[in-house]
């Protein structure tokens, strides 16, 4: 597959994994349709990291661009959609993995 295969992957695994951990965190108990759905979408988010990101990538590429973009996603989520405060340093922690994560894309 192409780059840009797999970086539509990558974006489709992280909003799917980001979005099952807002809902997991905004459910209103474990038998609300928002945490259900949320359980779902962050373990269809697991399948497409075991079945299509980590059998076909190399572990050293898939695992620090998953955990970097996840990092970024839920981050993003939390300051946008929840109001959490963000400090100049967080900002530019996700600058940082941003900035990694395209030096690292670069090698495949």
């Known amino acids: 597959m192409n780059f840009a295969v797999w970086a539509l992957i990558f974006v489709v ?14 459910g209103d108990g474990v038998f609300s349709i928002r945490f259900v759905s949320g359980a779902f ?23 620090p661009v998953a955990a970097g973009l996840l990092m970024v996603g839920t981050s993003t989520i939390g300051i946008v959609v929840l109001n959490e405060s963000v400090s100049t340093y967080s900002v ?9 994560i395209t030096l690292i894309s670069r090698s495949i």
Do not use: D, H, Q, R
């Open 13 to 26: 695994y992280t909003a799917v994994s980001c979005s099952g951990l807002y809902l997991l965190k905004t």
């Open 41 to 63: 979408l962050y373990v269809l988010g697991a399948a497409i990291w075991v079945f299509v990101i980590l059998k076909n990538l190399p572990l050293s590429f898939a695992f």
């Open 92 to 100: 530019l922690g996700m600058i940082s993995i941003l900035i990694g």
